[in-house]
């Protein structure tokens, strides 16, 4: 009727060889691949809140970009999600100091956050 796989054969893997770096010259010439310069806060400082504001909403489309790329199973580089998390903490944080020295408490930079998502259609009252 049916037939029945012994027990060796469900266990026996083939051999597999132990991974070797390539040391072949071809590869010892190529340059190393350069990612893009990461910018210092210190640069960023000198932006005022709006544009603050316009390069975190760039990054967050840009984000959102690179999901539904992963969702289409297309080409897109894991790190470059890193990236722009990255960016986007270093300008949140650099807005938060920008606002303490005006005087601005944090619970009314919040309060103000959310009122502007408020008056743009998001959330609720």
């Known amino acids: 009727m049916f037939a029945v796989a012994s027990a060796t054969s469900l266990t026996a893997r083939p051999l597999q060889r132990p991974f070797v ?6 590869h010892a ?6 990612m893009a310069k ?4 210190s640069e ?3 932006l005022s809140i709006a544009e603050i504001d316009a390069q975190v909403d760039q990054l967050k489309r840009d984000l959102f970009a690179l999901r539904i790329k992963f969702a ?3 080409d897109w580089k894991p790190s470059s999600v890193k990236e722009i998390k ?3 903490a270093q300008l949140l944080t650099v807005r938060r100091e920008n606002e303490a020295k005006e005087g601005m ?7 103000a956050a959310k009122k502007k998502l408020l008056d743009a259609g ?4």
């Open 44 to 46: 960023l400082r000198n």
């Open 72 to 74: 289409k199973q297309e």
């Open 105 to 111: 408490l944090k619970r009314e930079s919040r309060k």
């Open 122 to 125: 998001f959330g609720r009252a």
């Open 29 to 34: 010439r190529q340059a190393p691949v350069c």
């Open 86 to 88: 990255h960016k986007v």
């Open 38 to 41: 990461p910018v210092k806060a």
């Open 21 to 26: 770096p390539c040391k072949s010259p071809q």
